[in-house]
């Protein structure tokens, strides 16, 4: 990966930012490459070049786009252990900093609030469990927008295209 200025990449759970500046500063008393990203409501990050080319990668691809496509649109197995159990795994699928992982943590949700409005179940989801999906689905959404060249509605509604089921 280059990291160059201008370079879209994306940073763990924080999403896509934008390569701003590759300089050098003294970093821990020594002199060294660092790469500034500028994401999302104002946060900056400055990572020691090492460092961010271990926790930076690419904005997807094609092929990664078409991977998250067949994962919105399949139907899963869904969990039914207790919620706590469930959140660990989907906060390591969330961190994982992988396109389709985002891409199943929102197939779940979807499907999770399908199966309760087919069961007269007018109740949301908790507000914790709401909130990964919501997150996951915002940091896919940002992704495919940078990725597609679209603006934030279009992917979404790309999003939620590949998410409706016939009826």
Known sequence: MRLAVG??????????GRVTAREERLVQGEQSDVVVIALE????????????????RPVAAEEDLLRIEETLRVDRELSTGPW???RNELQS??????????????????????????????QPLSPG???????????????????????????????????????
């Open 7 to 16: 370079d879209a990449v994306v940073y763990g759970n924080h999403g896509v």
């Open 41 to 56: 409501d104002g946060l900056t990050v400055t990572l020691p070049l090492s460092q961010a080319l271990e926790q930076l």
């Open 84 to 86: 706590l159990s469930r």
């Open 93 to 122: 699928k969330l961190t994982a900093s992988d396109p389709v992982q985002l891409a199943e943590i929102v197939a779940e949700g979807a499907q999770r609030e399908q199966l309760r409005l087919a069961a007269g179940n007018k």
């Open 129 to 167: 469990e709401r909130a990964v999906f919501v997150k996951a689905r915002k940091l896919l959404a940002n992704e495919i927008a940078v990725a597609r060249d679209l603006d934030q509605s279009a992917a979404d509604a790309w999003i939620e295209e590949q998410l409706t089921r016939p009826d």
